[in-house]
């Protein structure tokens, strides 16, 4: 198993210019997450979809929108990207059953550079 | 908004020496979670703790959940170069399917 993977691992990007972030797990988990880590701001949720089919906002959802696509892929898209959007991206999924119940496991991430 | 935070936000400790590190949820949390972040890493799940006053240990680390479910901490004995990282608590509040992760701590580890 892969567990959870990300594309791409690092981008460059002009401001205004749009890209989506591409994040795909194996482990049949119900449950997914975009994440963002800014230094000294610990992990801020910025989308979730706790199933299939839903999706719903986290903390900081401003300037971004999220696809379900399938049990297995959840997209993080950036319309018109700012220099504000420059930080690391996380997608993750959620086990919620078994001994990992309620565990969540992270991608590598996504290291995002906005001019 | 719930707000859950952090204490330190670094600590440097020489290689056998001891480390804790305190989080506060301004909510009660039915659950909290810890992970561990190595330099230029991704999150790892340490562990999980669902009942006031429960106390888990993994080795030399030994994780505490308060009485009244709105504190945790992680203490690390002997602490170890393999220690480097930050360690982040997260909190699930209720039946909600969002957990909020704690500011993080930065352990810094020097023989």
């Known amino acids: 198993n892969a567990g959870v993977t990300q594309t791409p691992k690092f981008q460059v990007l002009k401001t205004g210019q749009s890209m989506t972030l591409q994040c795909a797990q194996d482990?049949?988990?119900?449950?997914m997450y975009w994440y963002r880590q800014d230094p000294g701001m610990g992990l801020r949720l910025i989308y979730y979809?706790?199933?299939?089919?839903?999706?719903d906002k986290g903390e900081v959802p401003n300037g971004y929108n999220v696809s379900r696509l399938n049990k297995r892929e959840f997209s993080l898209r950036l319309e018109s990207a700012a220099p504000s959007q420059t930080s690391v991206y996380f997608c993750?999924?959620?086990?919620?059953?078994?001994?990992?119940?309620?565990?969540?496991?992270f991608g590598p991430g996504t290291r995002l550079t906005v001019l | 908004g719930q707000q859950v935070m952090q204490i330190p936000q670094y600590q440097h400790v020489q290689e056998g020496e001891d480390f804790t590190t305190y989080c506060n949820s301004s909510?009660?949390?039915?659950?909290i979670q810890w992970y561990k972040q190595r330099p230029g890493g991704h999150p790892v799940f340490l562990i999980q703790?669902?009942?006031?006053?429960e106390v888990k240990k993994q080795k030399r680390l030994t994780f505490q959940f308060g009485e009244a479910k709105k504190n945790s901490s992680l203490h690390i004995t002997a602490t170890q170069t393999t220690d480097v990282g930050t360690y982040f608590c997260?909190?699930?509040?209720?039946?909600?399917?969002?957990?909020?992760f704690g500011t993080g701590t930065r352990l810094q580890v020097t023989l």
């Open positions: 482990m049949n988990h119900n449950s």
């Open positions: 909510t009660t949390l039915s659950n």
């Open positions: 993750a999924s959620r086990s919620t059953s078994g001994r990992a119940e309620n565990e969540q496991f």
């Open positions: 979809s706790a199933s299939e089919g839903t999706t």
């Open positions: 997260a909190g699930w509040v209720g039946t909600a399917s969002k957990l909020t």
């Open positions: 703790l669902v009942k006031s006053g």
